[in-house]
């Protein structure tokens, strides 16, 4: 009798083993839809490019990158106008110069010159009412106020290396980025910190430590020493293109994640869609490069340590677009409202009208803390142009938008209170865990350089763990 009982219990035991098999060990996938690789890399963007060509090519690694539209690249756009065929970049701008952007444009053979300011005037107009506004500080004023801002945040040159933050986090870091302001008396440097950093959003009630991600040492040291550097040819998808061509089947493209099921030891398994189907990636190791909101990463199953952090994120929603026949061609206009404080316009805004050099081409940014559909971003950008042209100050026109980008969620971030209680701390211990590794805009200043440099230095242990 015993015995039998515990021979049930043994069948049972077994039973309840394969019922509790994960749904994949019952999918069969065809020997041609399994991808055995050492990598697998989620997301084609500038990082995941980046972390790909060099884990291939200078780790020796098999790689595959899961991209989610039809082209590498991300953040950065160009369009390509169709009447003088020349192209726009209507999202990344520029890089800041220094070995690690060499490095990688140089293995491409992409030629770099010195970005320079267009000379295109620039008019400062509140976009609510259409009319010129007087810009409050003189351009000595900013200079000082710049200056003295550089020599505060020099005070924490580890930023550049992404949120290892000293424990205490620096209390300057936390105060809203409107007390540090006021603290240091650097009201003058704010317009141009602005316009380098209106993707935090609502920007003076952000902690300050997002602002100087955005705007901290590599970019004011950009600024100072003319650093900013563009491809010769003003084509800044030139390097995704070339990359894409590299990789050649090593991208998936147009495929998205159906399910992740990670472990601490043995192969990762993951299931995407592709347009070809249903296909199982069997890799050592994982990175992700996307923005790592619970959304995103829901087909990874978190545990509850891990969607207690990425459940905490908040960010901006971000539209990039180009206008033809808006604004009159060699002007720049910047939103710079009258009556708010320090100029800066309410939330949800168009930020600025940046001349091409294309006849009829502008580019635009919209932002908003709160979601909004291309409706409201082409609506916030056309109700500008009409209170420009209502109030004289520009003539009247009949301006289409041509191309439309969306780019949320951008800057993701925590509350200062989070980042106070080790926010970053328990997001870094992350690295390696469940055979997964992190880079990405959240991981660093969302700066392209930064960001290759975050990830510079992961790949030799994500390398070193793949085998
Ligand atoms: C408008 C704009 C202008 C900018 N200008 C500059 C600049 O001038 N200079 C500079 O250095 N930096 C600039 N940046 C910062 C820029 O974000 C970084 O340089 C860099 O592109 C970020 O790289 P990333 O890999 O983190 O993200 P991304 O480049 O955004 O890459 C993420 C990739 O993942 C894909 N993806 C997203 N979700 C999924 C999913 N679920 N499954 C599969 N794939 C997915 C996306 O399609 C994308 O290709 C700008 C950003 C924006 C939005
Ligand atoms: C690259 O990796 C493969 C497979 O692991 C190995 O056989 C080969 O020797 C490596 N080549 C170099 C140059 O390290
Ligand atoms: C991805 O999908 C788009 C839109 O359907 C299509 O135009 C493009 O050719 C596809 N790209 C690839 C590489 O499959
Ligand atoms: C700015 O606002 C003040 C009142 O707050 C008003 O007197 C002034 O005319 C406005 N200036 C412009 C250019 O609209
Ligand atoms: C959108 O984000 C990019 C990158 O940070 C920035 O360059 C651009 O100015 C932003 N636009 C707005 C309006 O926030």
Do not use: C
């Not at 894409?244 to 869609?273: E, F, P």
């Not at 309410?346 to 932002?367: D, N």
Request: aromatic share 12%; hydrophobic share 45%; proline share 7%.
């Amino acid at each position: 009798m015993a015995s039998l009982i515990s021979k049930s219990a043994a069948f049972f035991g077994l039973l309840s083993l394969s019922i509790a098999a994960p749904p994949l060990l019952v999918r069969n996938f065809a020997p041609q839809d399994i991808i055995t690789r050492d990598v697998v890399i989620i997301g084609g963007g500038a990082t995941g490019t980046y972390a790909a060509v060099r884990l291939r090519e200078d780790f020796n690694k098999t790689v595959v990158v899961i991209e989610r539209t039809g082209r590498l690249g991300g953040h950065t756009e160009t369009y390509f106008d169709p009447v003088t065929g020349f192209p726009v970049d209507y999202g990344v701008q520029a890089w800041i110069d220094g070995p690690i952007i060499r490095a990688f444009t140089g293995r491409f053979n992409i030629p770099l010159v010195a970005a320079v300011q267009p000379p295109f005037a620039t008019e400062y107009i509140d976009f609510k009412t259409g009319k010129p506004v007087v810009p409050p500080f003189t351009q000595a004023d900013v200079t000082t106020a710049l200056t003295t801002y550089f020599g505060i945040v020099s005070q924490w040159p580890f930023l550049v290396g992404g949120y290892n933050l000293p424990n205490p986090v620096p209390a300057d870091l936390l105060l809203s980025f409107g007390d540090f302001v006021t603290k240091y008396g650097i009201q003058a440097a704010v317009p141009t910190i602005w316009t380098f950093a209106q993707s935090v959003g609502d920007f003076l009630n952000t902690p300050a430590l997002y602002v100087i991600q955005t705007f901290g040492l590599p970019q004011l040291q950009a600024l100072f020493e003319g650093g900013f550097v563009v491809p010769a040819d003003h084509f800044n998808s030139e390097i995704y293109l070339k990359a894409s061509a590299l990789l050649g089947a090593d991208v998936l493209y147009n495929t998205t994640l159906v399910d992740v099921a990670r472990h601490d030891n043995g192969l990762q398994q993951i299931t995407v869609k592709t347009p070809t189907g249903q296909k199982l990636i069997k890799a050592k190791k994982i990175l992700v490069t996307i923005a790592p909101t619970a959304d995103n990463l829901k087909p990874f199953t978190l545990n509850h340590h891990e969607s207690s952090l990425f459940n905490q994120w908040q960010y901006t929603t971000n539209y990039t677009r180009i206008i033809r026949n808006g604004i009159p061609d060699d002007v720049n206009v910047i939103n710079t409202a009258n009556g708010t404080a320090l100029n800066l316009p309410t939330l949800p805004y168009a930020q600025e009208f940046s001349f091409s050099g294309i006849p009829g081409l502008h580019t635009f940014h919209t932002v908003s803390v709160k979601p909004q559909k291309d409706q409201d971003a082409q609506n916030l950008v056309l109700s500008s142009i009409a209170a420009m042209s209502a109030a004289g100050t520009i003539p009247a026109s009949t301006p289409s938008i041509e191309v439309l980008s969306n780019h949320t969620p951008m800057l993701l971030r925590v509350t200062a209170d989070s980042v106070k209680n080790g926010f970053y701390t328990s997001l870094y211990a992350l690295q390696g865990l469940k055979g997964t590794f992190y880079t990405g805009s959240a991981w660093a200043g969302d700066y392209t350089s930064v960001l290759w440099g975050f990830t510079d230095a992961l790949l030799p242990g994500i390398a070193a763990a793949a085998v």
